[in-house]
């Protein structure tokens, strides 16, 4: 079963079972972009069969973690790493893995192209809050890379603006997820945390 409907399909029994109603409620899920768009898929599938909506805020894990740590108001958040996931609760859920490559608007490369001349601009999630781009530049420095990159790297907000930077032709190349696990750079763990007692039911579906 897809990663986001672990975290909502599986508990939907204990919830139809228990003597709290969820319907026509609202649980708020807040999704590492990496995960955004499958994650909409999911929440679409679950909320054609139950009558509980999801509301989707995505963006870079260490954003969201800064939001969460100034009080929005999520129920659930799906991060890309589990250091932050950590410092907020002990009980937090491994729930699958994400596979970072690189990528031109022609498809995919190998790491040794990233030094050809006719790649100019790379973008890279910004590794101080997005774990793809974190990923990226260990990964780069193990290498020996990282310093003769440098001058190459465009920063984005997140892994999915990094995506969308080189589809758009705004970059030559990208640091960005990647289905394939044979081709991956590196692999970043999804992590749930239960954030909301009112999301309880859910969470503890997770396997």
Known sequence: MPVFLSVLFLGVSLCLCSSFSYAGKTITVAVASSYYEKAKVY?????????VKVRLVSGSTGRL???IQQGAPFDIWIAADTQRPALLSSDHKNIGRGYLGIVTADGMIDLKVLLQSHIQHIAIANP????FGLAAKFMLERKG?????Q???VYAQNAMQASMMVHQGLTDAAF????DKTHALAE????AVLLSAKAQ??????P
């Open 43 to 51: 929440s679409t599938q679950f909320e054609q069969s139950h009558d």
């Open 176 to 179: 960005v997820p990647i289905a």
């Open 65 to 67: 973690f800064n939001q």
């Open 201 to 206: 039911v859910f969470y503890d579906g997770l």
């Open 145 to 149: 890379l990282w310093k003769s990159l």
């Open 151 to 153: 001058p190459k790297l």
């Open 128 to 131: 101080d809050v997005a774990p």
């Open 188 to 191: 970043i763990p999804y992590v």
